[in-house]
């Protein structure tokens, strides 16, 4: 019996069901700042206050999720009750095309080492291959030994790591060179955009996990879509494409908050075609970081894969620095 069908067939709440937002979503929260306690930075308290005002709208958030089906693929996972009481999650997060992330995997403090972990990811790993997911990737802090030998048993396999570069509000922008570089830096209009999604396919970002996901949702999804996400969050996104005739070799993006003293920061993403690094890095993110030094003052994050060592060079001549640093790790699931 599988933990979906075992979810289905219990009598009472106990054991694992499937994540409802308005019934979990608060609960979901608590658990979260308890499980992972001082793991969490500025960044994750601040997307948990956003989720515990999200769940003050209970049932009615239901009901906005059947108004708004593609917001499920935010609000999947599943959940275990003991006694009634909602003791572990784990959150399945779609991505395209057939790619999901595992995210926020966690039992209370006062449940663990009875096996509730392995059973919960068991029920989540039926329910994305239910769901049409060829594979699952999720991130861990490679010092996360628990975390990664419950993996390894579950049959998950270790990948790159991911590096997450700072800057710091108000530090200048660096000058673009002047000199003939060969290619041109042009302003990346992101919906729907075919050579941007051609640029992604060849560098692989749409396996990358968490340095593409910015950028395959900017290229893949339509602009009216776009624009009510950027509106919800308080933001504006801007892109720079570095050009030769009508093929991308990168481009870069970054979304802005309006009001980063409640917002927090700017997040910034990158691609490069494999057979571009080391050239179009430096006047990229010399663009990108003019884009940033007229937006409100506020730090400014990247996360950037271990294999983009030039991408890395040059945020580091700008001014970032390293923050953590993840663990990637995939299994690819069996056809349905």
């Given at each position: 019996?599988?933990?979906?069908?075992?979810?289905?067939?219990?009598?009472?709440?106990?054991?694992?069901?499937?994540?409802?937002?308005?019934?979990?979503?608060?609960?979901?929260?608590?658990?979260?700042?308890?499980?992972?306690?001082?793991?969490?930075?500025?960044?994750?308290?601040?997307?948990?206050?956003?989720?515990?005002?999200?769940?003050?709208?209970?049932?009615?958030?239901?009901?906005?999720?059947?108004?708004?089906?593609?917001?499920?693929?935010?609000?999947?996972?599943?959940?275990?009750?003991?006694?009634?009481?909602?003791?572990?999650n784990v959150s399945l997060i779609r991505r395209p095309p057939d790619i999901w992330t595992i995210a926020n995997v966690v039992t209370h403090p006062s449940m663990r080492r009875r096996?509730?972990?392995?059973?919960?990811?068991?029920?989540?790993?039926?329910?994305?291959?239910?769901?049409?997911?060829?594979?699952?990737?999720?991130?861990?802090?490679?010092?996360?030994?628990?975390?990664?030998?419950?993996?390894?048993?579950?049959?998950?396999?270790?990948?790159?790591?991911?590096?997450?570069?700072?800057?710091?509000?108000?530090?200048?922008?660096?000058?673009?060179?002047?000199?003939?570089?060969?290619?041109?830096?042009?302003?990346?209009?992101?919906?729907?955009?075919?050579?941007?999604?051609?640029?992604?396919?060849?560098?692989?970002?749409?396996?990358?996990?968490?340095?593409?996901?910015?950028?395959?949702?900017?290229?893949?999804?339509?602009?009216?879509?776009?624009?009510?996400?950027?509106?919800?969050?308080?933001?504006?996104?801007?892109?720079?494409?570095?050009?030769?005739?009508?093929?991308?070799?990168?481009?870069?993006?970054?979304?802005?908050?309006?009001?980063?003293?409640?917002?927090?920061?700017?997040?910034?993403?990158?691609?490069?075609?494999?057979?571009?690094?080391g050239r179009a890095e430096e006047p990229l993110i010399a663009r990108t970081l003019e884009s940033v030094a007229r937006a409100p003052k506020a730090p400014v994050e990247i996360e950037?894969?271990?294999?983009?060592?030039?991408?890395?060079?040059?945020?580091?001549?700008?001014?970032?620095?390293s923050s953590r640093t993840l663990q990637r790790l995939t299994k690819d699931l069996p056809a349905t």
């Amino acid at each position: 019996m599988t933990g979906i069908t075992a979810s289905r067939s219990i009598g009472g709440p106990d054991g694992p069901c499937r994540f409802e937002p308005g019934r979990d979503l608060r609960a979901v929260v608590a658990l979260l700042e308890a499980g992972f306690q001082d793991d969490l930075d500025e960044r994750d308290r601040r997307w948990l206050r956003d989720l515990s005002t999200l769940s003050g709208a209970g049932p009615a958030l239901d009901w906005m999720m059947r108004l708004l089906p593609r917001a499920e693929t935010g609000f999947c996972g599943m959940v275990w009750y003991e006694d009634g009481r909602l003791v572990a999650n784990v959150s399945l997060i779609r991505r395209p095309p057939d790619i999901w992330t595992i995210a926020n995997v966690v039992t209370h403090p006062s449940m663990r080492r009875r096996g509730i972990a392995v059973r919960l990811m068991d029920a989540a790993l039926a329910l994305a291959t239910e769901r049409g997911a060829a594979r699952v990737q999720l991130h861990v802090r490679p010092d996360n030994e628990p975390a990664l030998a419950l993996y390894d048993r579950l049959g998950f396999l270790r990948g790159g790591r991911t590096t997450t570069l700072r800057r710091s509000a108000g530090v200048p922008a660096p000058a673009v060179t002047a000199t003939d570089i060969g290619f041109s830096v042009q302003p990346w209009r992101q919906p729907r955009d075919a050579r941007a999604m051609r640029l992604m396919t060849r560098a692989g970002s749409y396996a990358q996990g968490i340095p593409g996901e910015l950028l395959v949702r900017s290229a893949d999804r339509g602009k009216l879509r776009l624009r009510f996400d950027d509106w919800l969050h308080g933001r504006s996104r801007v892109g720079w494409a570095v050009s030769t005739g009508a093929t991308y070799r990168a481009v870069s993006l970054v979304l802005l908050q309006q009001e980063p003293g409640l917002r927090g920061i700017h997040r910034m993403a990158v691609v490069i075609d494999p057979a571009w690094q080391g050239r179009a890095e430096e006047p990229l993110i010399a663009r990108t970081l003019e884009s940033v030094a007229r937006a409100p003052k506020a730090p400014v994050e990247i996360e950037v894969a271990g294999a983009q060592e030039a991408l890395r060079d040059v945020l580091v001549s700008a001014g970032f620095e390293s923050s953590r640093t993840l663990q990637r790790l995939t299994k690819d699931l069996p056809a349905t």
